[in-house]
Every structure is written in C-alpha cells, then in structure tokens.
C-alpha cells in the first residue's frame, strides 16, 4: 500500500559521509514506522537502523551505533539514513522498508514494503 524509492548512494572514500533518502508514497507516511537494511555481496540482507512512527524512538545495528543517524521528515514524506566514518564494510545495496506498527523494529520479518535499494561503495 505504500511505494518506498532509496536515493543517495554513491562511491567514496573510507572516513567520508553520504545521506540516503527514502521517498514513500500512498498510505500515509506518518503511520507507518520505518527501518533500513543493507546488503553486501553474497550476504543476506541485515538490519541497519529503525525509527519508530513518531520518530521519537530509534535503534541501531552494533556495527553503525556512533556512525549512522535514522530520522524522519513525515511533511516530505522522507526517511533518511545519515553515514558518517563510512568504512570499507558498510559497503552495501541499502534498502528502506516501512511496515505498520509503532515501535522500531530490527527484525525483517515485521516490514511489509521495500524499496529498491540504492548502492554504497566505500574505498579503503
């Protein structure tokens, strides 16, 4: 019901940051909460960061705690995934995800609607 649309990635150095943006459309934004995962080559996809519906609670992968910010722009209907001290292993595809509920979330199962991805490559 809803349609999520990554943007934002891109190649660069190791220390560098970049910002991705999920745009959503269809069922109103604000209700759902949000989550992004990431996955490298002949990996499964893992959890990345989640924010809750009021965007007042979030939650982190060990692997990004200090590095990666989630937040929310409900008016722009935008979620976004601040990286900062990008490192070789955060290279990835990043997907955005949107599932009904309140709470955040780092479990894949409870998100309903996935975006298509949007590639980051981190050099050494």
């Known amino acids: 019901q809803v349609q999520l649309v990554e943007s934002g990635g891109g190649l660069l150095q190791a220390g560098g940051s970049l910002r991705l943006s999920c745009a959503a459309s269809?069922?109103?934004?604000?209700?759902?909460?949000m989550g992004w995962f990431r996955q490298a080559p002949g990996k499964e996809r893992d959890f990345v960061a989640a924010?809750?519906?009021?965007?007042?609670?979030?939650y982190y992968a060990d692997s990004v705690k200090g590095r990666f910010t989630i937040s929310r722009d409900n008016a722009k209907n935008t979620v976004y995934l601040q990286m900062n001290s990008l490192k070789p292993e955060d290279t990835a595809v990043y997907y955005c995800?949107?599932?009904?509920?309140?709470?955040?979330?780092?479990?894949?199962?409870?998100?309903?609607?996935w975006g298509q991805g949007t590639q980051v490559t981190v050099s050494s």
């Open positions: 995800a949107a599932s009904t509920g309140v709470a955040a979330s780092r479990r894949d199962t409870d998100y309903r609607y």
């Open positions: 269809g069922r109103t934004f604000s209700s759902y909460r």
């Open positions: 924010i809750s519906w009021s965007g007042g609670s979030t």
